[in-house]
């Protein structure tokens, strides 16, 4: 048969098309998730000024932007990692710190979040830096 070649060729091209498909769904992934990171570095910024804000109306006015900008970064995928009472999970979690339990605390529990954590489907965007009760 003359024509196996050419079909041979066609199964290889469409291979290397699903390949090439899969390259750039993996592309666009690691681009939003590196982007989406170092917003996440504003959103720290706007939670720390809105702790530390002096005013009741300053820091209403800051927790809106907080708020307005978490909206935005769910709407965009990502989810905030669960932390405090959580059993520590290295997968999504960093120790920073450990300290004795409060009473009625569970050992081997975060029991404070130093800075939030943030998923976007299955995959880790930033790790959530906690204490974990002893």
């Known amino acids: 048969r003359v024509a196996r070649p050419a079909e041979d060729s066609m199964g290889d091209l469409f291979t290397k098309y699903y390949r ?3 390259v750039n769904r993996q592309l666009e992934a ?3 998730a590196a982007v989406l990171g170092d917003m996440l570095e504003m959103l720290d910024d706007l939670e720390r000024a809105a702790q530390q804000a002096d005013t009741p109306s300053a820091k209403g006015a800051l927790r809106v932007l907080v708020d307005k900008f978490e909206a935005k970064l769910r709407g965009l995928g990502l989810e905030r990692v669960e932390t405090v009472g959580q059993p520590f999970a290295p997968q999504v ?3 920073a710190a450990r300290k004795p339990c409060e009473p009625g605390g569970e050992s081997g529990a975060v029991c404070e979040e130093y800075r939030s954590g943030w998923k976007m489907g299955d995959r880790l965007v930033r790790a ?3 204490v974990v009760c002893e």
């Open 93 to 95: 979690h960093e120790a």
């Open 128 to 130: 959530a830096v906690v």
């Open 20 to 22: 090439l498909q899969e």
């Open 30 to 32: 690691d681009t939003k």
